[in-house]
């Protein structure tokens, strides 16, 4: 029997030396350490993502807010250029009161528009351009061999933009049948983005006439 004790006693594993446990101690505070601080870095970056965000936020708050209402204000600009649509120019230089009233209605929409400006509401006008889906709605294509096929050379009405975003697009006719237009350079982002969840039309491919949708805004 105490043979058998004595082998049992000697199977038994030696007791850790105090330094060996110090340092598993110490390496299981230094993974705990390793964690809290990955765990407080996540928490910053997380924190500052969203000051960012909130920051954006705020400040398309600001820039967007007049959105609705400067959409509904389209349609005093679109009566005062059908007012100066109305008298020819040749005639208002024969009549001194038709000329009055074309030259204040002038005025009248010059400080409309400058009004708009000021709060980041900007008229774009089409005629000439190439056509961009991004901000012309195509009502119409037509033959014209003397410009590049996609240019737009007429406007119905025209484009509006409030700051970086599209408020209203132009409605224009397109031209098709001349020389294909030169390409866009590849760094061109100078299209507005669209805006209020608007989907933007179908983009034209490179060098292919663009399609027209019927419709009105």
Do not use: C
Request: overall charge negative; charged content about 30%.
């Amino acid at each position: 029997m105490r043979e058998e004790a004595g082998a049992a006693a000697n199977t038994e594993p030696p007791p850790e030396a105090p330094g060996e446990a110090l340092q598993a101690e110490v390496a299981s505070l230094k993974v705990e350490l390793a964690e809290g601080r990955e765990r407080v870095l996540r928490t910053l970056a997380e924190m500052e993502n969203l000051r960012r965000r909130t920051e954006r936020e705020r400040i398309d708050a600001s820039k967007f807010a007049i959105t609705r209402f400067a959409r509904d204000m389209l349609t005093v600009a679109d009566n005062l250029d059908r007012a100066l649509g109305t008298v020819a120019a040749e005639a208002a230089e024969k009549d001194a009161t038709l000329k009055g009233f074309f030259e204040g209605v002038q005025l009248t929409q010059r400080e409309f528009l400058n009004v708009l400006e000021r709060h980041g509401v900007k008229k774009v006008e089409a005629d000439g351009q190439r056509f961009d889906p991004n901000l012309h709605q195509a009502m119409m294509e037509m033959e014209n061999p003397d410009v590049p096929a996609g240019t737009v050379i007429k406007s119905f009405q025209p484009a509006y933009v409030i700051e970086d975003r599209i408020l209203r697009p132009a409605m224009v006719v397109v031209s098709k049948g001349g020389p294909k237009p030169a390409p866009k350079p590849a760094n061109d982002q100078s299209s507005p983005a669209g805006g209020d969840g608007e989907s933007s039309e179908e983009k034209s491919s490179q060098g292919e006439e663009p399609k027209t949708r019927a419709g009105s805004q």
